[in-house]
């Protein structure tokens, strides 16, 4: 079955940086979108980042500029580096993509990595 597992999170001072990793498989890599979630205290899960199978990426615009999105498919992982980090960045990151099985198409979620900005 896919298994999405993050790592890389933890405790950074503001303006630090932090690279996440996810390790994924059950599934043909190559071929799928990888996203980047996060989900702050009380709010919910919001899209910050995509990869396409080919490399073309999206960010969101709260992260634009400090954040990058790059996937190893020799390696199926795919990683996001985070520059400058801020207090308003605190959350869990979540590693995600989309599945079909049959006529079903459903996300798949890692455990989540938590990420935490503070002085």
């Known amino acids: 079955q896919v298994q999405l597992v993050e790592s890389g999170g933890g405790l950074v001072q503001p303006g630090g940086s932090l690279r996440l990793s996810c390790a994924a498989s059950?599934?043909?890599?190559?071929?799928?979108?990888m996203n980047w979630y996060r989900q702050q205290p009380g709010q919910e899960r919001i899209k910050i980042a995509t990869?396409?199978?080919?490399?073309?990426?999206e960010i969101a615009d709260d992260v634009k500029g400090r954040f990058t999105i790059t996937r190893d498919n020799a390696k199926n992982t795919v990683d996001l580096q985070m520059n400058n980090l801020q207090p308003e960045d605190t959350a869990m990151y979540y590693c995600?993509?989309?599945?079909?099985?049959?006529?079903?198409?459903?996300?798949?979620w890692g455990q989540g990595t938590q990420v935490t900005v503070s002085s």
């Open positions: 059950g599934f043909t890599f190559s071929n799928a979108a």
């Open positions: 990869i396409s199978p080919i490399g073309n990426t």
């Open positions: 995600n993509t989309w599945t079909t099985i049959l006529t079903t198409r459903r996300p798949n």
